[in-house]
């Protein structure tokens, strides 16, 4: 039975140059180039004009589900259902950093990368506080900076919802009494309490390392179809990401967890769990690796080397 590896370095690609070189020109690929020299090379197209520019739609595509079909306006649905939240028709779920802003500017959206055993006791003092003025909203810890935001029964489809983007506006000023807007014409009493909740945390974390709530990517209840391979064998995916996660519930993909979400992640534990799944009669990995897509956005140059290097290594 042949065995099938589909290795994905997500955010490997640059537009940005040094010294006339892009990331992976810079780093030490021996054995991607030798793979690329005795194989193929093409273009696959992962993202779209018309929808976001985000890693489950490229996700989605690459397992073989038409993302204008299945996507679901964001992977906050995916990452909740990672949690084991079950979600209705008229249920919105957001992705909640954890951020730190000074006054009205986002200085950081992941508050310089918050570790779980600090952003966990934050999450259970905003819920202990905020429960009761907002019975229909959830807040569920993910992990480090990451966050699930429920709103149960809302009154606007997560369609509606314009969210900014944390990690793409760091050192810009907000208005957070206004922080989520609306592109319908109508009054919604969600989106006004989210905006009142946004400014809650706010008070209740002054002073903390992580200092507000950052809502962004509204997204509806996912529901894939099962996946199914034109060959035999079971499958599986290896990843850090909670959205990956929902994905493979959803799809009745084989999931595990290897590694965290960051650009150190342990690339070994991923390689041997990759050998151990098809010694044990798998036929298709699906691998993910965020590193280089967290380098980027960290803007951090040498990391997204260390991430491409190592992943090469292993």
Same mark, same amino acid.
């Given at each position: ?6 290795? !994905? ?9 040094? +010294?006339?070189?892009?990331? /992976? ?5 021996? &054995? ?5 020299? *005795? ?8 993202? #779209? ?20 079909? #299945?996507?679901? @306006?964001?992977?906050?649905?995916? $990452?909740? /259902? ?14 909640? &950093? ?7 500017? /986002?200085?950081?959206? %992941? ?11 934050? !999450?259970?003092?905003? @819920? ?13 810890? &993910? ?7 429920? =709103?149960? %029964?809302?009154? =606007? ?11 793409? @506006? ?16 109508? $009054? ?6 989210? @905006? ?14 992580? %200092? =507000? !709530? ?9 529901? /894939? ?11 599986? !995916? ?21 590694? +965290? ?24 990995? #699906?691998?993910?690796? %965020?590193?280089?897509? $967290? ?17 090469? *290594? $292993?």
């Amino acid at each position: 039975m042949k065995k099938y590896l589909l290795l !994905i370095l997500d955010g490997a690609g640059d537009l940005a140059r040094f +010294n006339g070189l892009t990331p /992976l020109q810079l780093s030490k690929l021996d &054995n991607i180039n030798k793979l690329s020299s *005795k194989g193929f090379g093409g273009l696959m197209e992962t993202l #779209y004009d018309d929808l976001p520019k985000g890693s489950i739609v490229a996700q989605l595509g690459i397992l073989g589900y038409d993302p204008y079909k #299945y996507y679901p @306006n964001g992977r906050a649905s995916c $990452e909740g /259902l990672a949690l084991g939240i079950k979600m209705d028709k008229n249920d919105v779920a957001f992705r909640a &950093n954890l951020s730190q802003i000074d006054g009205d500017i /986002l200085r950081s959206f %992941n508050a310089n990368y918050i570790k779980s055993e600090l952003s966990k006791p934050l !999450i259970k003092k905003l @819920n202990s506080k905020l429960s009761q003025s907002f019975p229909d909203f959830e807040l569920h810890h &993910n992990s480090d900076f990451r966050n699930t935001l429920i =709103i149960r %029964n809302s009154d =606007i489809p997560a369609t509606e919802f314009q969210c900014i983007e944390p990690h793409e @506006n760091m050192g810009k000023e907000f208005n957070f009494s206004h922080l989520v807007s609306s592109d319908s014409s109508n $009054e919604s009493e969600t989106l006004r309490r989210l @905006n009142n909740y946004v400014l809650k945390t706010k008070e209740i974390l002054a002073g903390e390392k992580a %200092n =507000i !709530i950052f809502p962004w990517s509204p997204s509806s209840k996912l529901d /894939l179809p099962k996946f199914t391979l034109p060959f035999p064998g079971k499958s599986a !995916i290896i990843a850090h990401m909670d959205f990956l996660k929902g994905i493979a519930i959803s799809s009745g993909i084989d999931f595990f967890q290897r590694g +965290n979400g960051n650009w150190d992640t342990d690339y070994n534990s991923k390689l041997e769990k990759i050998i151990e799944l098809f010694d044990s009669g798998y036929s298709f990995v #699906y691998c993910h690796v %965020n590193g280089p897509d $967290e380098a980027s956005h960290m803007g951090d140059v040498q990391k997204k080397k260390y991430s491409l290097e190592m992943s090469d *290594k $292993e």
